[in-house]
């Protein structure tokens, strides 16, 4: 029997790709989809400007759009996923947990809060546990659950491993992201072409914090974050999908080469529908990986890694995700997944 | 009264930037344009498939391209700018230096060699009288200059003035190449539309060893090597011209990112034909610099930087330069320019 | 003594074109810059979010944004040049030519009516006379002139040559247009990446429209529209800066391919301070013209065109301008030359 | 039973799409693999550079490739797919088919030849016979059929319904073409970023004259050419795949918007594996068909069309199709499929 799930901010590009994971899903059924007030009533084939090749899946376009309130959203929906700017989702995420609703979100407010967990299934799938302190200390029924930036979870996996392995204590990244990572109208032609955009706002904050409560530990009532010093340089480049990061770390233990790729190939993928069978694949040509070439490896939910390399104070990688799968819509539906095994839906 | 250049592989990408360059100049007349077999006896604008925009410069066209030989080029031709593939410059440079000429080369070729002065006049100008060894240890009349990898160079400047300044400790540098780098038919449309083009082969290992040449010291006699410990992960964008570089950098005294932006504004240029009034050019958007809107800043010849941040070791900047003017053929003109001004000519 | 001129919609992409054609201008001057009434009152340097490479025009990011509203414009300014949606240019520019104002308008509203010359100074300037029925009509003291579409001017000087030599009966053309066209922000990077968007909307209806009215005669009180029928197709292409046209011309007296040519170059430009040289420039390289390679030539003023081409019932060519200067900004300035050399300042 | 079947020029752009198409096939199997004398003797693995996304298929990569000779193919392979420069293919084409193998080819020499069928299964699967006047003439046990050039197959379905419904008459076409239809190292980054090229050398030839041939008939013993006339003008735009195509059609009965589109629809796909089940796919918007969007409709075996448009002298439509699938290796496997139908292998 399948969760009626709903699509918070349905419209939008992470709410398409949200759509196109969530259509043909066994244990997902798709109840409501939000949007704001100007597409509420519409038919979704009208509300939305479906940008994706392919069409809109059987029996998504005609479902009217609502608006994103949870008085709109019928009782027997349990499960959202939401996708919204930030300063929206502040408001009207935890107006949903409230009146309810369990929230898987991708947006970025609230994030860094005490008792919201932020999860990469395969990393820190304990922290969901977090919910219990929350539901606690908001007196909500629902309950709200984030996955981390596209950048962030583009680099967290092998750190995870090598935290595990070596003791992770600092780590140097830069970015070179994908256009579609700023939402479909967020990088004009006329800025990208042949051209680079350094610095992207905001981005270099959230990976370094998000990574620190992202390889903490919980003890079942309070989270300790990780004290790994992050420095994060991020760079927009005229790609479509997919995120390569240069990532240096440096472990407490020394992590040759083929120690490094031994503890990425060892890290366990999870077994939940969407995800991987292999999280991170090791490429062994130094070319590798490639945004076009490997984004959609395992249905763009696998980590690709390059060559380990030593340098001076550590190692150095290549780690690279597709960012509006593995790093958004994709990353919600592995959250939802998860909360639907243990059992809070 | 002018002195007569020549340019070896004048067909070549660079080549033909070093015709742009070269056409327009107060001090230099060309005289001789050197190719492949192929092309010799052809006027140059039948052998050289010109690709840049505007015409070839007038009277260049004309000139019958002879081979890369020290023979087929003449007795009054003092100067000659070389840009060849490494193997090809091996062969040649050492013989054309042996046969009287003086050389001032873009190829990678002999970089790294004692007695081979590796200049950027801004940086390191004493260098070029490492030319009395060469010609001590050689036996040559002529002698053999190298300017850096573009990469290299990118960075170069506004490091020396952070180790001018704070005494420089490590760098951490992750390059946003330009295809331009590669030579016209370096890199292909199917490789790099909607990609990137990861650990470019060589080039990280140049910027690694390179560096610590250019900021070593010279006593007359002998070089010595800084010992700056250089990470480099070097990647290629679709972009066409302008490398953009994510730098971090650890000083031995403290330098915080206000002390760190005077310094690079306080990094005097020199006074040659060439050079730009204002060798770092610091930018207080964080925005920029971008490669499209700052790589032509002073004709190219200026480096860009971005504001500069603080990071948990050191700080972290953004520096762009033209990587075929600044960071190659404009380069090797600089160096001919102080050639000419240190009476090697 | 110089023209003392306004820009009206300065913050736009065309306003900063405009700027930069205008700020070294000899014979005109800037003295007042409109933009949106979040824009008034604030200095241009702050208004606008510039994005041309190179800075701001000396002076004028000093200059005060007022509102676009006749009111808010000093008497002593005399010409305009404007560049708005055509839904604002429909409302304010009428208010501005009552208001005594001449302007030299690159918006779209009102090009096809009776009463308003739409002109290319080297194709049609005699249609500028029609001011004074404009005036007449209207009982304006000032005036409104346009310039045509981007896409049309491309096409329509080498064309005027055709029809002037062998008289034109029908056109078929194919357009590959910058993003640049559709202002900075009319393209996302997400649509154009990789990528061709056919069909812009209601690109294809001016150029139709905008040639029978540019190639037609005027009598000093009316003009008569040319009847050649023209069939257009217009698409977007992944291409910063300027538009490429495939141009089918069926003649009523036979033009060979060489005669074709010899009528391009016959093409006289005028005496105005910005027009080229050669108004159109014709390629014997088959490979040309090409956007990037031929979009500068004559600062962007000049015409490109392939070699020509016998069809089984005419003749074939490609033209190409830069579609921001010879199409836009630059079409008005050369028209705001026209106003002052007929006097209408 | 599976065909036993080989690939020559396998290391190749099209030779890699064929193989992605052969591995998974279900009638074929692939037996050998031919390369150039350097890669003969390899594996597979080793003698190409693999570059699609995902692996090389399964049990292709340990394949000894052979050199590209008919001594060197097994005996009991029957069919061979050929991708080769057309200088090659004029030489090792003949010879196959002499020493008794079946050949679907996608190389240009011969294509026009008046034995040599030239077939699209939909459009004149009955030319497939031509190979009996073929073997009469030329004594072979084998034989050598051909598809057409990438450019030409994109627009020619359409074209033959319209053919069918109202009688062709005349067609002005305007291409704007992917990279990968220059092979993979046919088109540099250098050339195209930021650019289009004009007039691709040879390719109007190809439309003009093949669509004259595919649109022929056959009475069993003779071609008869179709003798609409054809204007072409080719243009290579920065896209990865897909063909565009403005196409505008004058024919003998008026063909208004509305039976055009449904000659469109009703164009009958064929009972092929490989084949579309809808050959043509007509979009309502006018923004479609987009190369990124529509070329891999069915597989990249279908062909996207546009909304018809009415002009002065007949309509005019877009037409898109996946040129190295439709347009060249899914081209000669659908030939493959229709040679196994008809009895030749």
């Known amino acids: 029997m399948s969760v009626r799930v709903g699509v918070i901010g349905a419209t939008g590009a992470v709410g398409q790709r949200l759509i196109q994971q969530l259509a043909p899903h066994d244990d997902f059924e798709i109840a409501a989809l939000t949007a704001s ?21 059987d029996g ?30 502040e408001r009207v995420e935890p107006a949903f947990a409230e009146a309810g609703y369990v929230v898987s979100s991708n947006s970025s407010n609230g994030r860094l809060d005490d008792d919201v967990p932020l999860v990469i299934p395969e990393v820190n799938a304990d922290h969901v546990d977090l919910i219990e302190v929350q539901r606690d200390e908001r007196g909500w029924d629902g309950a709200l659950l984030k996955n981390p930036n596209c950048s962030t979870i583009t680099m967290v996996p092998p750190l995870a491993a090598l935290d595990d392995a070596f003791g992770l204590e600092s780590v140097t990244v830069s970015t070179l992201q994908a256009v579609s990572g700023a939402g479909y109208d967020g990088v004009t032609s006329m800025e990208i072409i042949d051209n680079v955009l350094p610095h992207i706002g905001g981005e270099e ?34 790609t479509l999908d997919g995120h390569l990061e240069n ?57 690709s890694v390059g060559p380990v390399q030593e340098t001076p104070d550590g190692i150095l990688f290549d ?23 243990r059992g809070y839906l």
């Open 60 to 89: 998504v376009g005609d479902v009217t759009v609502v608006e994103t309130d949870p008085s709109a959203v019928g009782d027997d929906v349990d499960l959202l996923f939401s996708s919204l700017p930030s300063s929206v989702g």
């Open 319 to 341: 780690s690279l995700a597709h960012n509006t799968i593995r790093g958004a819509a994709g990353a919600s539906v592995l959250n939802g997944e998860l909360l639907l095994e």
């Open 205 to 238: 904050t959230k990976m370094e914090t998000e990574t620190c409560k992202l390889l903490g530990g919980f003890d079942g009532a309070e989270l300790s974050w990780h004290d790994v010093e992050v420095s994060a340089s991020c760079n927009r480049v005229p």
């Open 37 to 57: 007030e100007s597409s509420a009533g519409k038919p979704y084939s009208e509300a939305a400007k479906w940008r994706a090749s392919g069409p809109i899946p």
């Open 247 to 303: 990532v240096w770390a440096e472990t407490a233990e020394d992590a040759g080469p083929a120690e490094a790729e031994q503890a990425f190939r060892d890290m366990p993928s999870v077994d939940l529908p969407s995800a991987p069978e292999q999280l991170i694949h090791v490429h062994e040509d130094p070319n590798r990986p490639q945004p076009r070439l490997d984004r959609d490896a395992e249905g763009g939910q696998a980590i």
